[in-house]
């Protein structure tokens, strides 16, 4: 498998993307989603594959000191030989040769020959020129007719192409191109916040829905980014401890309640760097005067998770109530039953039935004061969140 | 919702200026004042932002071209897709961004959205004036130079979505093309994107313009010159 080089997505393609396979790195203009592709290569090289990089529109100083400018140095690319066709190579084929067919032949004649000179595993195409050169059916030709001539070294080709046609490349690369991997690199383009998100269109080895994913780019690198995990449950059922025991950065608004112990007035939030996503928590006060505030919690989550005191009986009437909110939203939601270490615990037939869920909603039995048991719930709740089928 | 000042009193005084999110094309031939006249258009006054996409002057020469209109250079960025070929390590700052040619559309893209988000962050310059959304004025210095590198249809989509984010900011655009070197379908298509026309012409070493799609502005031919930013309506 080859490495998208952003763990998180890996993780949605099942580990990587399979050798020999096209993969297209679709840009919406004027999204940032360059370091899709440059990541993809880094991570390449850093495995020490033999990579051959097309860029017909720049050169390779100008390549080098763009990724360097944008993204930080990135040591594989310094370090490690790569193959290069740039636009010196793109502008002699194109004084070489006067007709399309002549110049398509040409390119195609010199990527074979460097795909075998140099045994390249991996074939980065930057593809906006070529495609407007060619058409989009002769130009992705030339590389995966390469492909084919040399099956038995399954080269895979990635593509980063400014998408100015939108869906309708997508479906056409898919259906007729035979494409393994479409990413489609978006954005919302509100006046602000802008926002960037990354959608899997298709994906021929795995049975994964569509799925877009919000990510941010940090630290040189593409973090997927879940915005909004809503955590809420009964008063007292260990929201707080939840969200600041999973939290590497968390804040907590716990005041004295009339009743003596600590209750949550507005709102905890809680920041999570996990597993290549970066995660936001809203943890919901409990009690019922607060509920008019729990559709605006609800309304941009991505997923919601429901704490209930496994202790406490009485707590579940008004769990049902939450659980009916959050339905209503259709998102990945799942219940922890929280303090399940302490005796005296409901049984958890006794829950599914009386809260009226079915086996396909998770239910897990933690203590909320245990790290891995709520680092077991998150990362059952983001892989949900990253396979659910809205 | 906000509206830009053209500058010019004739049109200010009958139209108020420009509404957010009018794209402009100036239709002018090579040697006539349409750079001046462009620049004019999007010098910013204070409180607005401008940037520019040169596509045939370097950044340093429309930053300069800009000070001698008299414009406030902090509130000034360009986007500049002429040095990077010969100097491929030149770095981007917030007003200063560079792509490796006019063929870059990605890059183009790409630093408009950042130079905008810049701005809409209040990271652009020091005394952000506060205005939500920011009134941003945008020039591309020559839409010829881009058909001179990409087929018309491509060009014709990018500038779709260009001319869509720029009206979704509230923005203005001004674009200028060279009606001497493209043939009536070319400019014709472009038109389509438009939502105001400045045609300029030179007769007898004078120059005029004709505006069009401006409401209450009449479509009569005016003379006018620019001087320093200034653009003045002659008898």
């Given at each position: 498998?080859?490495?998208?080089?952003?763990?998180?997505?890996d993780?949605?393609?099942?580990?990587?993307?399979?050798?020999?396979?096209?993969?297209?790195?679709?840009?919406?203009?004027?999204?940032?989603?360059?370091?899709?592709m440059?990541?993809?290569?880094?991570?390449?090289?850093?495995?020490?594959?033999?990579?051959?990089?097309?860029?017909?529109?720049?050169?390779?100083?100008?390549?080098?000191?763009?990724?360097?400018a944008?993204?930080?140095?990135?040591?594989?690319?310094?370090?490690?030989?790569?193959?290069?066709?740039?636009?010196?190579?793109?502008?002699?084929?194109?004084?070489?040769?006067?007709?399309?067919?002549?110049?398509?032949?040409e390119?195609?004649a010199?990527?074979?020959?460097?795909?075998?000179?140099?045994?390249?595993?991996?074939?980065?195409?930057?593809?906006?020129?070529?495609?407007?050169?060619?058409?989009?059916?002769?130009?992705?030709?030339?590389?995966?007719?390469?492909?084919?001539?040399?099956?038995?070294?399954?080269?895979?080709?990635?593509i980063?192409?400014?998408?100015?046609?939108?869906?309708?490349?997508?479906?056409?690369v898919?259906?007729d191109?035979?494409?393994?991997?479409?990413?489609?690199?978006?954005?919302?383009?509100?006046?602000?916040?802008?926002?960037?998100?990354f959608?899997?269109?298709?994906?021929?080895?795995?049975?994964?829905?569509?799925?877009?994913?919000?990510?941010?780019?940090?630290?040189?690198?593409?973090?997927?980014?879940?915005?909004?995990?809503?955590?809420?449950?009964?008063?007292?059922?260990?929201?707080?401890?939840?969200?600041?025991?999973?939290?590497?950065?968390?804040?907590?608004?716990d005041?004295?309640?009339?009743?003596?112990?600590?209750?949550?007035?507005?709102?905890?939030?809680?920041?999570?760097?996990?597993?290549?996503?970066?995660?936001?928590?809203?943890?919901?006060?409990?009690?019922?005067?607060?509920?008019?505030?729990?559709?605006?919690?609800?309304?941009?989550?991505?997923?919601?998770?429901l704490?209930?005191?496994?202790?406490?009986?009485?707590?579940l009437?008004?769990?049902?109530?939450?659980?009916?909110?959050?339905?209503?939203?259709?998102?990945?939601?799942?219940?922890?039953?929280?303090?399940?270490?302490?005796?005296?615990?409901?049984?958890?037939?006794?829950?599914?039935?009386?809260l009226?869920?079915?086996?396909e909603?998770?239910?897990?039995?933690?203590?909320?004061?245990?790290?891995?048991?709520?680092?077991?719930?998150?990362?059952?709740?983001?892989?949900s969140?990253?396979?659910?089928?809205? | 919702?906000?509206?830009?000042?053209?500058?010019?009193?004739?049109?200010?005084?009958?139209?108020?200026?420009?509404?957010?999110?009018?794209?402009?094309?100036?239709?002018?031939?090579?040697?006539?004042?349409?750079?001046?006249?462009?620049?004019?258009?999007?010098?910013?006054?204070?409180?607005?932002?401008?940037?520019?996409?040169?596509?045939?002057?370097?950044?340093?020469?429309?930053?300069?071209?800009?000070?001698?209109?008299?414009?406030?250079?902090?509130?000034?960025?360009?986007?500049?897709a002429?040095?990077?070929?010969?100097?491929?390590?030149?770095?981007?700052?917030?007003?200063?961004?560079?792509?490796?040619?006019?063929?870059?559309?990605?890059?183009?893209?790409?630093?408009?959205?950042?130079?905008?988000?810049?701005?809409?962050?209040?990271?652009?310059?020091?005394?952000?004036?506060g205005?939500?959304?920011?009134?941003i004025?945008?020039?591309?210095?020559?839409?010829?130079?881009?058909?001179?590198?990409?087929?018309?249809?491509?060009?014709?989509?990018?500038?779709?979505?260009?001319?869509?984010?720029?009206k979704?900011?509230?923005?203005v655009?001004?674009?200028?093309?060279?009606?001497?070197?493209?043939?009536e379908?070319?400019?014709?298509?472009?038109?389509?994107?438009?939502?105001?026309v400045?045609?300029?012409?030179?007769?007898?070493?004078?120059?005029?313009?004709?505006?069009?799609g401006?409401?209450?502005?009449?479509?009569?031919?005016?003379?006018?010159?620019?001087?320093?930013?200034?653009?003045?309506?002659?008898?």
């Open positions: 498998m080859i490495s998208t080089g952003i763990n998180g997505l993780e949605m393609l099942g580990s990587g993307i399979p050798e020999g396979s096209r993969v297209l790195y679709s840009l919406e203009p004027g999204v940032d989603g360059q370091l899709f440059i990541s993809t290569l880094s991570c390449a090289l850093a495995k020490k594959r033999s990579c051959l990089v097309v860029l017909p529109n720049t050169t390779v100083d100008a390549f080098r000191n763009d990724v360097l944008m993204y930080g140095p990135r040591p594989d690319l310094a370090l490690v030989p790569v193959t290069f066709f740039d636009s010196v190579d793109w502008e002699r084929i194109q004084k070489g040769s006067k007709s399309p067919e002549g110049r398509a032949r390119l195609q010199r990527i074979r020959k460097l795909c075998r000179e140099q045994d390249v595993d991996v074939v980065f195409v930057y593809f906006d020129l070529l495609n407007e050169e060619f058409g989009t059916d002769a130009a992705t030709a030339i590389f995966t007719s390469v492909q084919e001539m040399e099956r038995e070294k399954k080269i895979t080709l990635v980063e192409h400014l998408n100015l046609e939108g869906q309708q490349l997508l479906d056409h898919i259906r191109l035979n494409f393994d991997l479409v990413l489609a690199i978006r954005s919302s383009f509100r006046p602000f916040p802008q926002f960037n998100y959608t899997i269109v298709h994906i021929s080895w795995a049975d994964l829905p569509v799925r877009s994913v919000p990510f941010i780019i940090g630290e040189g690198r593409i973090i997927p980014y879940i915005p909004r995990i809503v955590v809420t449950g009964p008063a007292s059922s260990g929201k707080s401890t939840f969200v600041l025991n999973a939290a590497d950065d968390g804040h907590s608004v005041r004295r309640a009339q009743e003596g112990g600590m209750t949550t007035v507005a709102l905890d939030f809680g920041w999570i760097r996990w597993k290549d996503f970066d995660i936001t928590l809203f943890g919901t006060p409990g009690q019922e005067r607060f509920d008019s505030l729990l559709p605006s919690y609800l309304g941009h989550a991505m997923g919601a998770l704490i209930i005191d496994a202790t406490n009986a009485d707590q009437p008004r769990a049902r109530l939450l659980i009916e909110m959050i339905a209503r939203r259709r998102i990945p939601f799942a219940v922890a039953v929280n303090k399940s270490d302490l005796p005296g615990t409901l049984d958890p037939r006794l829950i599914r039935r009386t009226a869920i079915g086996d909603i998770p239910l897990y039995q933690i203590s909320a004061t245990r790290k891995s048991d709520v680092n077991f719930v998150l990362e059952s709740l983001v892989d969140i990253t396979q659910f089928r809205y | 919702m906000y509206t830009y000042k053209s500058g010019i009193a004739q049109i200010d005084e009958a139209s108020g200026g420009f509404d957010a999110g009018t794209n402009i094309l100036i239709l002018a031939p090579p040697m006539s004042a349409a750079d001046q006249l462009a620049y004019a258009l999007t010098k910013p006054v204070p409180g607005e932002y401008a940037i520019v996409l040169s596509t045939n002057e370097r950044a340093a020469e429309v930053v300069d071209a800009f000070k001698v209109a008299g414009a406030d250079k902090r509130f000034t960025g360009v986007i500049d002429i040095t990077k070929s010969s100097t491929p390590g030149i770095t981007d700052t917030a007003r200063l961004m560079f792509v490796s040619s006019p063929t870059d559309l990605t890059g183009i893209g790409i630093k408009f959205s950042n130079m905008v988000e810049t701005i809409f962050e209040g990271n652009f310059a020091d005394g952000e004036t205005l939500f959304p920011p009134p004025r945008f020039c591309v210095n020559s839409i010829s130079t881009l058909l001179m590198y990409r087929r018309l249809e491509v060009l014709y989509q990018f500038l779709h979505v260009l001319t869509a984010k720029l979704k900011i509230e923005g655009g001004v674009y200028i093309l060279n009606n001497e070197s493209f043939d379908k070319t400019l014709s298509l472009i038109k389509q994107l438009m939502t105001c400045i045609e300029v012409k030179v007769e007898q070493n004078v120059n005029l313009m004709r505006i069009r401006l409401p209450g502005v009449p479509g009569d031919w005016m003379k006018f010159s620019v001087s320093k930013g200034q653009v003045t309506i002659l008898p």
